[in-house]
């Protein structure tokens, strides 16, 4: 029985099983916390229909005031290394910032981390400039099926994104993709996602669920269910053992968790990082991660990690630093 039919048929437990056997074969006992970090609350194009930035393009006046302050980018990346968080990939709108503002965030970042950094920061055909400051390029595919694809995501086609995909595997970086989950499309879907990791040679896959924004269509909707997010991770386990798969749960999501890591995650993101350091639910993270038998690279709750108020890089970002290491210290007691 193929990987639709168990999904469709309920046998979504048979698929984990298998998945999980292949991922402890093929991976480390590992479970890394992965951390995108945002460059700007603007985007060009601003018209895929779950984005949260689709709701703001008529409100920024000023698409340069959305920019948010490099030293900031910085020192949230100099605390994520303080924590051993993996910086999951640089982020941000189309037209926020030029190739070369990117290049130099990747590379400060580069030198505090001494890792290099994915990039989701769109469809672009200047991946020269690039170098050993970038670890690989993320395609932000969102669903694989081309005609709902056009729906959902209309101003970021495919194509294009395919393009930059084959680009950046012939200057030699690692390639990634982004997937939603819950968006309105059916489990055959997984069918084009498949072929697309395939065609694309895809050595990441990130999967979120549904966020449901106010103001998108989405905003009353439901997240996945946590089954059937299961049954295509685990879907994609078994179709491809060795990739490295990033899985994201919301804080109000988190029992999402063991089962997702069971079907094949090795790590973990979307995290409002110092919103939840130190708190119960960051607590929770650990729990989940402790009962599938996995080890977490890194910490949410370890307070001595977070250091000292100031930069161990550049003391231009220190008051960055020491605004983050108080807003993480503050969260104890508070609900999200
Ligand atoms: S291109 Fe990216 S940032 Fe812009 S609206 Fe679409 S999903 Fe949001």
Redesign the pocket.
Known sequence: MDLIEKIKNNEILDLVLKANKLTSKNHSNIITLERAIFLSWW?D????SF????TQKNKIKDPKKAKRKINAILAESELCNRLNWNIEFLSG??KSFSQEEIKNIATDIYNITKSPVWLNT?ITNDLELFSEEIAGITG?V?TANPVFHEKV?P??SLEDISNMLFNAKDLGFKKAITIILGLGETVEDIEYLIDFISKHDIDRVIFYSLNPHPQTEYENSSQPSSLYYAGVVSSIRIKFPKIEIICGTWEDNLANIGILILSGANGLTKFPLFKMFGTKYGKRVEEEVKFTGRSLKGTFTDYNKLGENKSSYNKNLDKFIERYIKQAKNQKNKTI
Not at 45 to 48: E, F, M, P, S, V
Not at 51 to 54: A, D, E, K
């Open positions: 985007c194009k601003g018209d895929c984005c949260y930035m689709s709108g189309y769109g932000a969102e995501a101003s970021k």
